[in-house]
């Protein structure tokens, strides 16, 4: 069965700091690229980081750069997104995305609330 778990989201007062984590099984996680998502409520769901399935090419949205780290752990199938300097914009639903072009493939986790709140 094909798997994603979030973990690590949370209540945190601005300026503070998350680490989410995405553990994956089920399928073959180092060939996949990972990326984390989120939703706050009355919005679409927006793109936040992503990374390769090496590790060594990640990506950003603007809102997030330089306050947020992506790596991933291929040999313990996890993924994770450090995240600093929170902001009350930062609120949300986080999801993490599993995706591989050949052959199409795209798994989600359920999800994990990050409030940002003073």
């Known amino acids: 069965e094909v798997q994603l778990v979030e973990s690590g989201g949370g209540l945190v007062h601005p300026g503070g700091s998350l680490r989410l984590s995405c553990a994956a099984s089920?399928?073959?996680?180092?060939?996949?690229?990972v990326g984390w998502f989120r939703q706050a409520p009355g919005k679409q769901r927006e793109f936040v980081s992503a990374?390769?399935?090496?590790?060594?090419?990640?990506d950003y949205a603007a809102s997030v750069a330089g306050r947020f780290t992506i790596s991933r752990d291929n040999a313990k199938n996890a993924a994770h997104l450090q995240m600093v300097s929170l902001k009350l914009e930062d609120t949300a639903v986080y999801y993490c995305?599993?995706?591989?072009?050949?052959?199409?493939?795209?798994?989600w986790g359920q999800g994990t609330q990050v409030t940002v709140s003073s």
């Open positions: 089920g399928f073959p996680f180092s060939s996949y690229a």
């Open positions: 990374i390769d399935w090496s590790g060594t090419i990640t």
């Open positions: 995305n599993a995706h591989r072009v050949l052959p199409p493939r795209d798994y």
